[in-house]
């Protein structure tokens, strides 16, 4: 997970502390195409299953979205990284991880507040991006710092504007949401882009966050069902 992917290896720290203890059942939501957190899991000793249009064709994987699929019973714990901001119908996505869960079961959720991601944030980013490679296509950072330059827009109005194109929740959207479904014990906002980033670390954003140059818009997020 470290290898393959840096963000997960970062996230997971923060999702395994706030898990039941191992052997419990645990679903993962948007495991992608790398398995998400199931291998950390498996090897943790929980009984683990990823759900993901893109999941690996593998046991305790599920190729379908999780809206749609056939689940085979309640589960002790959800996980959710960077999920829900782009799923289409929000309410019924939360409505269904709360069915999903037995009474009192954890959700552990990191998500993107993108509407937190003003032009001094965009700028910090831009200015820490590694030179393109030939070799390898353009992150994501690199095309939004390309597309804005040829907009000749204001950053705000050419973010919202791929925002809405893009139709995803906003970060405020998402807590109210979980918030009118799930009793709170945890939430907080931090480091989000280090890893799309050239010699910066998790404690250089937040560095940078406290110092008030830029935003937090990492969203972490812990639950109980009601």
Same mark, same amino acid.
């Given at each position: 997970m470290t290898r393959d992917d840096p963000w997960l290896a970062a996230a997971w720290s923060f999702v395994e502390p706030r898990l039941p203890r191992a052997s419990a059942s645990v679903l993962e939501i948007g495991c992608g195409p790398l398995g998400g957190f199931v291998p950390a899991l498996l090897v943790g000793g929980?009984?683990?299953?990823?759900?993901? +249009?893109?999941?690996?064709?593998? +046991?305790?994987?599920?190729?379908a979205r999780f809206e749609e699929v056939d689940l085979a019973g309640p589960v002790e714990a959800v996980v959710a990284c960077t999920s829900l901001h782009h799923v289409g119908d929000l309410g019924h996505v939360v409505d269904r991880i709360a069915t999903t869960l037995v009474p009192g079961g954890t959700l552990v959720v990191v998500e993107w507040a993108w509407e937190r991601f003003d032009e001094a944030t965009a700028q910090w980013c831009f200015t820490r991006l590694a030179p393109p490679s030939p070799a390898t296509e353009p992150g994501w950072l690199h095309r939004h710092r390309e597309r804005w330059t040829t907009s000749g827009q204001a950053w705000d109005g050419y973010f919202q504007a791929w925002a809405a194109e893009e139709g995803l929740h906003t970060g405020g959207r998402i807590l109210d949401a979980l918030d009118a479904r799930f009793d709170r014990s945890y939430v907080d906002n931090g480091p989000y882009f280090f890893c799309d980033l050239a010699d910066t670390t998790e404690v250089d954003e937040q560095a940078a966050i406290d110092a008030g140059e830029i935003q937090a818009t990492c969203l972490r997020y812990v639950a109980a069902r009601h």
């Open positions: 929980y009984d683990a299953v990823g759900i993901d +249009p893109e999941a690996p064709e593998a +046991p305790n994987y599920r190729r």
